[in-house]
């Protein structure tokens, strides 16, 4: 007669050992990081350049990414500009320092799908902009310039744009991660200065970007 038991004790074999699968998977992500932060470095002291990426991150966390990405070596880049001032009681304060585009980072780093998928394992890193695999690139060229508009004060809020947008116009967006795209407006705007909502055609979907209005050119 053949005895069968009812219950058994097993463990999952993730558990078994003292760390947890989060923490493995980071020193995974870390290391490839390293790596690749390595190869780029090397690759411009060569005289190469490598191309540039954007992160799509949690909002209000840029610089955090940032500055956790520049902590490993790996060259970032978030363009800022001068926000909103503040009206108070016939005062105005001066506004504070915010990104151009609200949630994008960018990466410099060597093009291979197994360095980019690094990146995914940082903290606020939703994704990275078309992908692992196929990722929208970025020239050297495109991000000094871009950069250089921020710091000039081009883009910021209270700038006066000669440019006025409704709901559905079609426009070109002249710099940034989305350089040479064409978009369309979703939030108006007839103040002349601040932020419109657009969507972009990107990848067969539409992805809303908040951008400021001096970003735009109408077509």
Not at 50 to 60: D, E, I, K, N, S
Not at 61 to 85: C, I, N, Q, Y
Not at 161 to 188: E, M, Y
Request: proline share 6%; net charge positive; aromatic share 6%.
């Amino acid at each position: 007669m053949i005895m069968q038991r009812s219950t058994f004790t097993a463990s999952p074999i993730a558990l078994q050992g003292h760390d947890r699968f989060a923490d493995r998977m980071r020193r995974i992500s870390d290391g490839l990081l390293d790596e690749g932060a390595l190869l780029t470095a090397n690759l411009r002291i060569s005289g190469g350049r490598a191309p540039w990426f954007a992160l799509r991150v949690w909002t209000g966390r840029e610089k955090t990414v940032e500055k956790s990405l520049d902590a490993m070596g790996v060259r970032t880049l978030v363009p800022m500009r001068k926000g909103p001032d503040l009206r108070r009681r016939h005062r105005v304060v001066p506004g504070q320092m915010m990104p151009v585009i609200h949630g994008y980072v960018l990466v410099q780093m060597v093009a291979q799908a197994e360095y980019l998928a690094g990146l995914l394992g940082v903290e606020h890193v939703i994704d990275v902009l078309g992908g692992c695999d196929r990722p929208m690139r970025l020239s050297d060229k495109e991000v000094s310039r871009f950069s250089g508009l921020a710091r000039k004060g081009n883009f910021d809020w209270e700038r006066p744009v000669h440019l006025v947008v409704r709901t559905g116009d079609p426009v070109w967006i002249t710099a940034g991660p989305f350089c040479d795209r064409k978009a369309t407006v979703v939030t108006p705007s007839k103040k002349g200065r601040g932020d419109v909502v657009v969507s972009i055609d990107f990848m067969g979907g539409e992805v809303p970007v908040t951008v400021p209005l001096a970003l735009l050119k109408k077509l």
